[in-house]
């Protein structure tokens, strides 16, 4: 389950964020939806635990995400998220291949070297790139080393999935293709998926949404 209640975060004391409270059961579908400068940012790097709130709490994967240490949520993060950036943010010396494994290796998960091969396989197969298995980031279109980024998050079959504006700048059909095949990819391995947008095509896509409000500046004392 994902879960935030009375959150609250501010930067250097100049904007402060609100945030609604939300709930959204395991293996369901989130929109946080909002324009720029809403906060969406902001809020994707609280849930993942890359910035600790003022106040509130959350919950990631059932996890008071809160009581963790630095090292704990690095753990975490590895064995329990996925997350697709609006950018690959590809290693461009390690060959796709490579790319999918290094979260895993830095992690210290379970999975073997040849369990983790088959899975990669099995990943870029079912996403139509797996003919790009041996090939580096420089050699796959914007389109391919996107479905790579969608491997990269699932390999691991995390519990929940971010997809950081996965639509942005697409096509109404290659929106469709990306999405589908986003929910395709999560339901396999059970994981709730959280959608982070400013795309209204994408707002009644799904039942559980949170709509985010411009940031309010803080008033002088």
């Known amino acids: 389950m994902i879960a935030a209640c009375d959150l609250k975060f501010s ?3 100049t904007t402060s964020l609100e945030f609604p409270d939300f709930k959204c059961q395991s293996g369901n579908k989130l929109l946080l939806i909002g324009n720029s400068g809403t906060g969406k940012t ?3 790097h609280l849930l993942c635990g890359l910035l600790r709130p003022d106040s509130g709490s959350m919950q990631v994967a059932g996890l008071d995400i809160n009581t963790l240490s630095d090292r704990e949520l690095d753990k975490f993060r590895g064995r ?3 997350i697709v950036f609006q950018q690959s943010h590809f290693v461009q010396s390690l060959t796709v ?3 999918l494994a290094l979260p895993t290796m830095l992690t210290g998960s379970n999975i073997t070297a040849e369990e983790l091969k088959v899975r990669t396989h099995e990943l870029l197969d079912s996403l139509g790139v797996e003919h790009k298995f041996d090939s580096y980031p420089k050699d796959l279109s914007v ?3 996107q479905r790579a980024s969608i491997a990269r998050a699932l390999v691991h079959k995390p519990s929940v999935v971010f997809a950081d504006e996965p639509t942005s700048a697409l096509d109404d059909k290659s929106t469709e293709s990306v999405i589908r095949l986003l929910e395709e990819e999560t339901e396999k ?4 998926l959280i959608i982070v ?3 209204s095509r994408l707002k009644n896509r799904y ?3 949170v709509e985010l409000q411009p940031i309010q500046p803080l008033m002088n004392a």
């Open 11 to 13: 930067y250097s004391g």
């Open 42 to 44: 902001t809020l994707l």
């Open 80 to 82: 329990e998220l996925g």
């Open 97 to 99: 291949a490579e790319n």
């Open 143 to 145: 389109g391919e080393q």
């Open 189 to 192: 391995v059970g994981a709730s």
């Open 197 to 199: 947008t400013h795309d």
């Open 207 to 209: 039942k559980d949404r």
